[in-house]
Nanobody
Framework: QVQLVESGGGLVQAGGSLRLSCAASPVFFSIKAMGWYRQAPGKQRELVAIITIGGTTNYADSVKGRFTIYRDNAKKTVYLQMNGLKPDDTAVYYC????????WGQGTQVTVSS
């Protein structure tokens, strides 16, 4: 069973930065994609950013230009660098990977104060 260990969430003032990381282990199959979703209170879970094994990235419109997703294939780790944070970015952020199955992390809270 693949486990995803997330870190990097916390409380930050508007305009600040955070970096989330997510390490997957053990991984016996090729990772097709890694990414981040988020869920704010009372809202549905939404895609934040995703990166495929080929390096193609996709971002939610609301984070384009502020967030950057990148990965370390050797470490089976995906990162989300979040700059220019806004109160609307407040949510629980979930790591996601797709191999032959899909796996989710336990979630890490990001809170942005105004």
């Amino acid at each position: 069973q693949v486990q995803l260990v997330e870190s990097g969430g916390g409380l930050v003032q508007a305009g600040g930065s955070l970096r989330l990381s997510c390490a997957a282990s053990p991984v016996f199959f090729s990772i097709k994609a890694m990414g981040w979703y988020r869920q704010a209170p009372g809202k549905q879970r939404e895609l934040v950013a995703i990166i495929t094994i080929g390096g193609t990235t996709n971002y939610a419109d609301s984070v384009k230009g502020r967030f950057t997703i990148y990965r370390d294939n050797a470490k089976k780790t995906v990162y989300l660098q979040m700059n220019g944070l806004k109160p609307d970015d407040t949510a629980v952020y979930y790591c996601y990977i797709k191999t032959v199955r899909e796996y989710w992390g336990q979630g890490t809270q990001v809170t942005v104060s105004s």
